[in-house]
């Protein structure tokens, strides 16, 4: 188990400025809500998505990529990617089954059907909102085993957006809504230590130098 007291000797290396802005951030941080994306075709939308969850303050992104293997467009996400912690499958059965077993419904994103509109939907269970590609939408794998379906309303002759658009007004919205809510969406002091280590990892180049100077005086 991560030692606190590591992680406390570690923020004494960063300027003041540096440990608020961290404190800040991860105070706002979630996980009450995950986002996934299916093998998406245009790496610059997955990028994107990946920096809508860092404004939005969602730190885990799932992306599946069973046919599409790409690396993440560093610029696009622009140093997102450092900040969002980034799951890869290799299935999108794999990606259900984890995130089934860590306590999260399964919730497809489709723009007609069944689905409830963005406004209405139940914010009080834990969430993984699954995004498909731009050509296809959805696995039939994925709405298969959906608990819920969402849809954003729309009022034009056009019936979907970009995912990127649709991910961050989605995440935007139920962001807002659940920090306005009495639900505990914050991240345990145990998972926040455990982020903190490491952002602070990818902060210091001489981290093992740092590490061993903890213990030398422990």
């Not at 800040?24 to 997955?46: P, S």
């Not at 209405?120 to 939408?137: L, Q, R, V, W």
């Not at 989605?170 to 926040?192: G, Y």
Request: net charge neutral; charged share 25%; aromatic share 8%.
């Amino acid at each position: 188990m991560l030692n606190p007291e590591l992680v406390k000797f570690l923020e004494e290396f960063l300027t003041p400025g540096r440990r608020e802005l961290f404190n800040k951030v991860i105070a706002q941080r979630t996980n009450h809500f995950t986002v996934a994306t299916e093998d998406v075709y245009q790496l610059h939308n997955t990028s994107a998505v990946i920096r809508s969850c860092d404004v939005f303050g969602v730190q885990n992104i799932h992306v599946i990529e069973e046919r599409n293997r790409k690396k993440i467009d560093r610029e696009i996400a622009m140093g997102a990617q450092k900040w969002v912690s980034l799951n890869r499958h290799h299935s999108s059965a794999e990606c259900i089954t984890h995130l089934k077993e860590n306590g999260y419904q399964i919730v497809a994103t489709i723009p007609h059907g069944k689905a409830v509109n963005l406004a209405d939907f139940d914010i009080s269970k834990p969430s993984a909102i699954f995004f498909g590609t731009e050509k296809d939408g959805l696995s039939q794998e994925v709405i298969t085993a959906a608990d819920a379906f969402l849809k954003i309303p729309m009022m034009g002759f056009t019936d979907s957006l970009n995912i990127s658009v649709s991910a961050a007004i989605i995440l935007q919205h139920l962001t807002q809504k659940i920090k306005e809510s009495n639900i505990k969406w914050e991240l345990t002091e145990n998972e926040k230590n455990a982020l903190k280590y490491d952002w602070l990892s990818k902060t210091f180049k001489n981290l093992p130098e740092l590490i061993k100077r903890f213990q030398d005086n422990a």
